[in-house]
C-alpha cells in the first residue's frame, strides 16, 4: 500500500461548524431563522419527478436570467454554481494561477487556506488591526490575487466601497474576488463597481438571506470576459451542477424581492436588539453587519461559556485560534432564540 | 487587462451533447426513457421548503446509508457527489498525483481528457484494438494510475471480470479506477473486486439505470482508506454538496430495487430488439452491454444519416474524431421512440 499511497494528495480539510440533527437553538452556522419565500414552496409543488431522467439545463439559464434582472447586470455576467463554496473553489482554480503568493486576511473565512493548500498557491495572510479591521496598504503590494469577504467572517466587519475600490485600485493586474456572503445585511455591494473595475469577481450566496442553505446555490458576477474563463474551467470539472430542483427554487427566490428584504429587516432589526442586550450583559464587539455577532467578554472565557452554552442545547461557533480564541460567534435567529440565548447567558452569570 | 490574463487558467472544456428543449427524440445522452421510481416522487411530495434555510448533512448519510445496504459493503466504502463528473473530478485530483502519466483508452468518454488537462496531469492513450476492446498488456507498464469505463463508451463494449482483475493485478502500486456508469446493463460489477484489491475504485451514476440525471448524483466504491482521501479532498473543496432533495430522492431511489430491475429489463430488451432491426438495416456495431448502440453503416455517411436525423427531431450523437467519425451512438428509448427511429431510418435509406 505504501507506493500506492505516495501518488495520492493528501489535504487537511475544512472542518464546517456541526450539524446536531436534535432540537436545539442553532446559532452557530450563521443560517437564516426563517424559511425561504412562500414562492419556493409553490414551485416546488410543481415540480415533476419524471423530468428527473433528463439532465438539468447545464448553463442553469432560468436561474441566470432571474439573477441578471435582479442585479441589472447581463446573463454573460453571471456564473452559478453549488453554493459560493463550489464558486470560491472554481474562481481560486481559475484565477489564482500565477505562482505569486495571493492574499487574504489573517482572520477571515477559514476554507481560503484550505483551497490555497488544495491547489498549491502559494498565500500569504495580512494580519487584521487591532480593532479587526483589514488594513488596505497591505495589499498594495505584488501578489497573485486577493480575496477578502465584506462583511469579513467571522468578524462582522463591513467596510464602505471607496476602501474596495482603493484595493482594487492598487491591484490592477490581478483578479481581486470580494466575498459577498453577508452583504444583504450590511450595505452596498461592490457589484457597482464591475463595469470600472475588469479585475473585480463579487461573489454571493443563497445559505444566508435567501434562506436556501440546504438547495445549495452561489454565484459570481463579474465581467463577460472573467465569467468566460469561470464557466471554461467549470465545463471541464463538472458540466451539470445545479438540479431541476435547485434551478426552480432558486429562480422562485430571487423574483420575490418583497418577501427577501422584509426577512432581511426582520434578521437586522433582532441583530440591533441582540447588539443591546449583549452590551447590557457585559460583551464588547465589532459593529455587526452580518447576520451574526463576533462578540468576547472581559470577565468570562469563551471557550467555557462556549461548552456551557452547548450543554443547554444552544449552539454558537467558537475556534481556538491565535487572537479570536475568547471570541464566540453568535448568528442571529429569531427574537424567541435570541431570548432564550439572553436568559441563559444572565443565568450563566449569576452562578 | 493582458498582465491580468497572465495568470488565468486557460482550458478546452468538455462540450456536453445538446439539450434541446422542444419535443424531440432525444437518443442524444444516454438518458432512460422512463421515469424514476414512483417512491422518488412520494418523498419528494412530503419535502418541507422551510426545511431549505439549514445546511444539508454534510455526510450524505441518509444517501451512504442506501447505497451500502444495497451493495453490501460499509459506508465508510461509499463517497457520494454531484453526479459521478463531480466523483470522478475529485478521483482525478486525489488519486492521479504522481506526476506520471495516466492510461485510458483513446476511444472513451471524453472528459478524462479534459480532467488530466484541467489539473495538469500527464496521460497517454493507448489504442482500442480493430474491435474497440482495450488491449489489457497496454496497461503493464509503469504509469500514474489507470481510469477506463466498463461497459467502454462509446463503444459499448464490456469485459468480463477476470479482465478487470488482470488490469488490477498488473498496477498494484496505484490506483485503477473502473467507471461502472453503464454496468446495470451489463453484467457482474468489480466492486466485488473491492475486497481484494486495495487499489481499485468503483464509480456509478444515478443518471441512467436510476433515471436521475437531473438530480446529479453520482457516488464512487472502495476500501475506506481510499474514500477517507476521497473525502479529505471533497471537504477541502465543497463541504456541503447534495442539497436535500437530491439526498431524500436518491435515497427513495436506491431503496426501490423492483422497480429498477424492472426497468433495467425494458431497456436491455428493447436495446436487443434494437440491433436485431438495425443489423436487418445493414447496420454493423458492437455488441452493445449499455444503453446504447455504436452503430455505422457500410453505405451511409455517418454525418449525413446524423444531420438527416436532427432535421426530424431525432438527436442521436455523433464525434468528427478520428476512427470514429462514420459511428452513431444511439441511446435507448422507448419502444416507440425506437419505432420512429426505425421508420426514418428506412425511409432514409430508400432514398
Known amino acids: 500500500m505504501s507506493r500506492l499511497e505516495e501518488n495520492i494528495r493528501k489535504v487537511t480539510p475544512y472542518v464546517p461548524g456541526e450539524q446536531p440533527q436534535n432540537k436545539v437553538i442553532k446559532l452557530n452556522t450563521n443560517e437564516n431563522p426563517y424559511p425561504p419565500s412562500p414562492e419556493v414552496d409553490r414551485v416546488l409543488g410543481e415540480v415533476d419527478s419524471g423530468d428527473f431522467r433528463l439532465y438539468p439545463d447545464p448553463s442553469c439559464s432560468i436561474l441566470v436570467k432571474?439573477?441578471?434582472?435582479c442585479y441589472g447586470v447581463g446573463e454573460d455576467q453571471i456564473f452559478v454554481g453549488v453554493g459560493?463554496?463550489?464558486?470560491?473553489?472554481?474562481?481560486?482554480?481559475?484565477?489564482?494561477?500565477s505562482g505569486k503568493p495571493i492574499l487574504f486576511p489573517d482572520i477571515t473565512?477559514?476554507?481560503?487556506?484550505?483551497?490555497?493548500?488544495?491547489?498549491?498557491?502559494?498565500?500569504?495572510?495580512?494580519?487584521?488591526?487591532e480593532e479587526f479591521r483589514i488594513v488596505k496598504e497591505d495589499y498594495y503590494r505584488e501578489n497573485g490575487g486577493v480575496i477578502f469577504p465584506n462583511p469579513n467572517a467571522p468578524t462582522a466587519v463591513y467596510e464602505e466601497l471607496d476602501f474596495i475600490e482603493d484595493i482594487l485600485e492598487h491591484n490592477r493586474d490581478v483578479v481581486v474576488i470580494v466575498d459577498e456572503a453577508y452583504i444583504d445585511f450590511a450595505g452596498r455591494?461592490?457589484?457597482?463597481?464591475?463595469?470600472?473595475?475588469?479585475?473585480?469577481?463579487?461573489t454571493q450566496t443563497f445559505s444566508k438571506a435567501r434562506s436556501m442553505a440546504g438547495m445549495r446555490i452561489g454565484y459570481a458576477i463579474s465581467n463577460p470576459k472573467l465569467i468566460r474563463?469561470?464557466?471554461?474551467?467549470?465545463?471541464?470539472?463538472?458540466?451539470?451542477?445545479?438540479?431541476?430542483?435547485?434551478?426552480?427554487?432558486?429562480?422562485?427566490?430571487?423574483?420575490?424581492?418583497?418577501y427577501f428584504e422584509n426577512t432581511v429587516k426582520k434578521i437586522t432589526d433582532t441583530r440591533e436588539k441582540t447588539k443591546k442586550e449583549l452590551?447590557?450583559?457585559?460583551?464588547?464587539?465589532?459593529?455587526?453587519?452580518?447576520?451574526?455577532?463576533?462578540?468576547?467578554?472581559?470577565?468570562?472565557?469563551?471557550?467555557?461559556?462556549?461548552?456551557?452554552?452547548?450543554?443547554?442545547?444552544?449552539?454558537?461557533?467558537?475556534?481556538?485560534?491565535?487572537?479570536?480564541?475568547?471570541?464566540?460567534?453568535?448568528?442571529?435567529?429569531?427574537?424567541?432564540?435570541?431570548?432564550?440565548?439572553?436568559?441563559?447567558l444572565k443565568k450563566y452569570m449569576q452562578k
Chains 1, 2 share one sequence.
Not at 476554507?111 to 488591526?129: G, M, R, T
Not at 455591494?189 to 463579487?202: G, H, M
Not at 431570548?339 to 441563559?344: A, D, G, P
Open 84 to 97: 459560493s463554496d463550489d464558486v470560491l473553489a472554481m474562481c481560486f482554480l481559475t484565477f489564482f494561477n
Open 189 to 202: 455591494s461592490a457589484i457597482e463597481l464591475i463595469e470600472r473595475y475588469d479585475n473585480l469577481v463579487v
Open 279 to 344: 452590551a447590557d450583559l457585559g460583551f464588547s464587539f465589532t459593529d455587526s453587519k452580518a447576520n451574526f455577532i463576533f462578540a468576547s467578554h472581559p470577565e468570562y472565557d469563551a471557550k467555557e461559556m462556549f461548552d456551557a452554552m452547548k450543554e443547554q442545547g444552544i449552539y454558537v461557533r467558537h475556534w481556538d485560534s491565535e487572537r479570536i480564541s475568547q471570541y464566540l460567534r453568535i448568528t442571529i435567529g429569531t427574537e424567541e432564540e435570541m431570548q432564550k440565548l439572553f436568559e441563559f
Open 66 to 69: 432571474a439573477l441578471a434582472d
Open 229 to 258: 474563463y469561470l464557466n471554461d474551467v467549470k465545463y471541464s470539472f463538472n458540466s451539470y451542477t445545479l438540479n431541476k430542483v435547485a434551478l426552480v427554487c432558486g429562480e422562485a427566490a430571487v423574483k420575490d424581492q418583497e
Open 109 to 129: 473565512y477559514s476554507f481560503y487556506k484550505v483551497w490555497a493548500q488544495l491547489y498549491s498557491i502559494p498565500y500569504e495572510c495580512p494580519k487584521l488591526n
